[in-house]
């Protein structure tokens, strides 16, 4: 057991039949499901995480695919700088300058187990360069944006994570 704290899964989040869409500024769709997420090369990557809220979970093992081995599926058009990760948990959504997305995992095991969806399961946004925001690490992810100019949403990662805390 991860020191992870446990928030449940929400009401609108249904994991069942899980896919990921990579959509927007592409040459091809691409869409996948669970079985097709092993066609990728895994990786394992250890870090802590640590919420704003004050807690810390020390020495995850997550194991995951780079999210630029997918995205390059999708053959992306050259301008294609910004990125928006959707989850299917409501409008919770962030935006991530491509390249920087590219280096972060999608992780769909932690600490040898399939990831379990109160933790994010079938698949969750592991950021892998050391100083990202907790809100950063999107559960339940089921849709990646590209576009040539940053994406906005109606209700940012950040705005709902900081809004929980007051
Ligand atoms: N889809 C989604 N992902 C999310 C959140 C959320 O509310 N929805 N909360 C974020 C925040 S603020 C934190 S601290 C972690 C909490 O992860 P845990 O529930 O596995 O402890 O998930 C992050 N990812
Ligand atoms: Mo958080």
């Known amino acids: 057991m991860s020191d992870l704290k446990s928030h449940g899964v929400p009401d609108n989040v249904e994991t069942d039949g899980w896919t990921l869409d990579i959509h927007g500024s592409i040459g091809h769709r691409v869409r996948l499901d669970r079985d097709e997420l092993r066609d990728f090369p895994a990786e394992t990557f250890i870090d802590d ?37 959707r989850s299917l948990d409501g409008d919770y959504a962030c935006s991530f300058p491509i390249d920087r997305l590219a280096e972060a995992l999608l992780a769909f095991e932690l600490d040898g187990e399939p990831l379990a969806p109160e933790h994010g399961g079938p698949a969750r946004l592991v950021p892998t360069d050391g100083d990202s925001d907790c809100w950063e690490s999107i559960k339940w992810v089921s849709e990646i944006e590209l576009a040539e100019s940053p994406l906005e949403t109606d209700a940012t990662a950040k705005e709902i994570a900081l809004g929980r805390i007051e």
Do not use: K, Q, Y
């Not at 919420?51 to 599926?73: H, K, Y």
């Not at 999708?74 to 700088?81: I, K």
């Open 49 to 85: 995480f640590g919420c704003v809220e004050g807690w810390i979970a020390n020495d995850l093992s997550w194991r995951g695919i780079r999210v630029g081995e997918i995205l390059d599926r999708a053959e992306p058009t050259l301008g294609s700088d910004h990125a928006l990760v």
